[in-house]
């Protein structure tokens, strides 16, 4: 059965139209500068950073400066921010909007990582009203014409939903976007994501864009996810390791060509992903990777944990793996690159469906007594006072 091709739509988040609906997903270090200037050579969308510790901006560590630092091809500039505190986050968005640094700001209340949630951050947050309220409110007040957008679950477990009362009040402190991972911090990756929710948030919020995220692992989830849901545009997070080109495959499905026969003529078949072509790609980001870093040693073992995700399901053996997984030059990744079967065909099924390690659900780690109200009291005020820490996730 073929899947029918979606309408095409822009999304537009405040000032800024994008020529198709979709968006990287900030992913720990993974959404750096490199793999970022990589998808955008593929395919059209909004590309966002590794989230940023608020705290670690306003107090311009080095290593957080070097990451809000765009290359100048990357156009819009969009970087995503994670605090607890509503003066510091909003002292970060200042930093952000006085120096030129963003053209898109958004924040990040979907972390589900214990070290986060245990400290009343991330996915946990949110099931504070008047804290959320506070930080949104206070953040977009000082974004001013800058867009700034916030990225949620549908909260701490099935008995802990907060993304309707969230969604609501992050419209009403005045965002540009809202966007949804259809999963609560409970299920961290696990199972199906809920897309049922997404169409709940959709009825909800009204005004802005709503953001699909959850579960898209080609071009046809999207298109499948927006015309179930009616959001507005997809949110792509683990569906592109390995696979930057999928951010080609969305934009022609969902914008770009003026008509659905154009779409169709122009779209790529993933068949076509020749090994060649993926070991290409693969090469051009290790390539990224060592520009960004600025040291070749580094970027080629940066490049490292990528490996498996380029190469599931095509004839590249353990061996040759192995030695891309230790290889510290280009010029040792271009030896062993040129000993793979180029010519080897897309594999299919093989190649498909989940990336990343998906876990298993457990019982969110949380402040003492967090859950007794949604009201922020002393004990929960000394657990977010510690909870500003390096993590990334949601």
Known sequence: MTTALAPERTLRIGPIALDAPVVLAPMAGITNTAFRRLCREYGAGLYVSEM????????????????????ESETPRSIQLYGVDPATVEGAVRVLVAEDRADHIDLNFGCPVPKVTRKGGGAALPWKLELF????????????????????????????????????????????????HARTAAEFYSGEADWSAIAKLKEVVTSVPVLGNGDIWSAEDAVRMMAETGCDGVVVGRGCLGRPWLFGDLARELGGARSSSERSETKRADVDATLGFVAAAFRRHAELLVEFFEDEDRGCRDIRKHVAWYFKGYPVGGETRARLATASSLAEIDDLLATLELDAPYPGAAAEGQRGRAGTPKRPALPEGWLDSRELGAEASCALAEAELHHSGG
């Open 133 to 180: 309220r506070d930080i949104v409110t206070r953040a977009a007040r000082a974004a001013g014409d800058i867009p700034l957008t916030v990225k949620m679950r549908k909260g701490i477990d099935s008995d802990h939903l907060t993304y309707l009362d969230a969604g609501r009040i992050a419209e009403d402190a005045g965002v540009a976007a809202v966007a949804l």
């Open 52 to 71: 940023i510790t608020s705290r670690a901006l306003v107090e311009r560590n080095a290593t957080t400066m070097r990451l809000i630092t765009h290359h």
